[in-house]
Nanobody, 122 residues
Framework: QVQLVESGGGLAQPGGSLRLSCAAS????????MRWYRQAPGKQRELVAS???????NYADSVKGRFFITGDNTASTVFLHMNSLNPEDTAVYFC????????????????WGQGTQVTVSS
């Protein structure tokens, strides 16, 4: 099992920045993919950014050039650096992790954090 704990959310002004953290604990050795999703009120949850154990990243078009995902394999932590925030970024942000057998696509499990609120408002 893997436990994910997010932190770093809060209130930011338009144009401001925040950094979200997601700390994984438990059976973290087989985590090969970590992602950030977000869900705004009345909207579906959407993928924001992802990073593989090898460091490959992917971003939603709406955040490209503004958000950056980084990971610390040693500490089993992933960060979402959010810059040039705008009110449309207001949402609950969730961390997500996938465990898989090394060198295979055989998934052992997937896990969600509890979410952290990000509000962008003047």
């Amino acid at each position: 099992q893997v436990q994910l704990v997010e932190s770093g959310g809060g209130l930011a002004q338009p144009g401001g920045s925040l950094r979200l953290s997601c700390a994984a604990s438990g059976s973290t050795s087989y985590i090969n993919d970590m992602r950030w999703y977000r869900q705004a009120p009345g909207k579906q949850r959407e993928l924001v950014a992802s990073i593989t154990r090898r460091g490959s990243t992917n971003y939603a078009d709406s955040v490209k050039g503004r958000f950056f995902i980084t990971g610390d394999n040693t500490a089993s932590t992933v960060f979402l650096h959010m810059n040039s925030l705008n009110p449309e970024d207001t949402a609950v942000y969730f961390c997500y992790a996938v465990r898989a057998l090394p060198g295979t696509s055989i998934t052992l499990g997937d896990y969600w954090g509890q979410g952290t609120q990000v509000t962008v408002s003047s």
